[in-house]
């Protein structure tokens, strides 16, 4: 099932560099193998060429996703498309899901492979590049970073972890854990996904209000720079996380992390 050049069996006769050898490997890989973390569906379509800013759809829940491969592991940031555009999709609820692939050119096998769901997309990761100089090509365009780093651990979901294979079912439960952020407002979820990763970084299993407040007011503050009121939004959210089975709030005033 790891083996990428099982799919393609013509490619390194058609293709000489090894960026389109691994485009055409890993997308017929995909097509053939992965399954729809959202819903255990076996297959994903693949899209024409283009058409879309996705890549593949799950034709039974109609999740869509964006695969993206590299020989290297993947570290904290990812290249992404254009700012404004990226950033409107976020807005009005387009942004697919993401497949992250990581594959040794050397025998062409997986190493890894994470899922990040579309939900964990949200502004505060988004982070615009330098626009192209004028004498680029595409003089003007702006690009953008995904900084994945900023992700919560439920955001970066392996279905292969250093060339094992996880369980379908560990996938698929991580994902409906959190798929509650999928019904919220993009607005709201960003901030709940920002609270549970300052949560996560504190590395405590309890904590008070006050020691919460102290740890990430600030960072939250400069992720919202338009928040008038940070505390009362902290506070909202941990009600939120709470709400959601992710943390409990014991009667000494102290919240705990469920794992
Ligand atoms: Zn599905």
């Known amino acids: 099932m790891l083996n990428l050049s099982l799919y393609q069996k013509n490619v390194f006769r058609n293709y000489k560099s090894n960026s389109q050898i691994a485009r055409v490997l890993t997308e017929s890989w995909f097509s053939s193998e992965m399954y729809c973390p959202c819903c255990l569906n076996e297959k994903i379509s693949k899209y024409p060429n283009n058409q879309k800013v996705a890549d593949f759809l799950c034709d039974s829940c109609k999740n869509e996703f964006q695969g993206k491969s590299s020989s290297k592991t993947f570290g904290k940031i990812l290249n992404d498309g254009e700012y404004h555009t990226m950033l409107s999709f976020v807005k009005n609820n387009l942004t697919p899901n993401f497949f992250l692939l990581h594959y040794s050119k050397e025998d062409w096998k997986v190493k890894n492979l994470y899922f990040i769901p579309k939900f964990f997309i949200n502004e505060s990761i988004i982070i615009k590049r330098n626009p192209l100089s004028k004498t680029a090509r595409r003089a003007g365009w702006t690009g953008c970073n995904l900084l994945i780093e900023r992700i919560p651990k439920e955001g970066k979901i392996y279905i292969i972890n250093k060339g094992e294979i996880i369980d379908k079912s560990n996938v698929y439960n991580t994902w409906k854990k959190m798929s509650f952020l999928g019904k919220k407002d993009p607005s709201t979820r960003g901030w ?21 407040y102290k740890f990430s007011k600030k960072y939250l503050q400069e992720l919202h720079p338009h928040n008038k009121n940070v505390e009362a939004k902290i506070r909202q959210q941990l009600q939120i996380l709470r709400d959601n089975g992710i943390l409990r709030f014991d009667s000494r005033g102290t919240y705990s992390t469920i794992t």
């Open 192 to 212: 709940t996904s920002d609270v549970l990763k300052c949560v996560q970084q504190q590395d405590k299993e309890k904590f008070t209000l006050q020691e919460f």
